[in-house]
């Protein structure tokens, strides 16, 4: 059984926005093992798998990330 917290409508939406728009984003985010990080990523896609919503991003050399999105603690446009 999972232990993914759905996020709200409001920002899955602001998500859906910035995968449009390819904006440039300061993400923080919490790994599966407590770990905090950071980094300016392009959101790509966001997706649904086994009941848990993912948000795919891109750092600035191409390497792609898949976030859970509720392990994301704050994400900013960043220029």
């Known amino acids: 059984m999972s232990d ?6 409001a920002l899955h ?3 859906e926005l910035w995968i449009m728009r390819q904006q440039r984003l300061h ?5 599966e093992d407590g770990g905090h990080h950071e980094g300016v990523l392009i959101p790509k896609d966001i997706y649904t798998r086994a009941a848990e919503e ?5 750092d600035r050399t191409g390497e792609r990330r ?3 999105l509720d ?3 704050s994400a ?3 220029n």
Request: charged share 20%.
């Open 4 to 9: 993914y917290q759905p996020i709200p409508c």
């Open 13 to 15: 939406s602001e998500y």
């Open 27 to 31: 993400v923080c985010w919490q790994d």
């Open 66 to 68: 898949e976030l859970r």
């Open 54 to 58: 993912f948000l795919v991003l891109e």
């Open 76 to 78: 900013v446009p960043s």
């Open 71 to 73: 392990r994301i603690l």
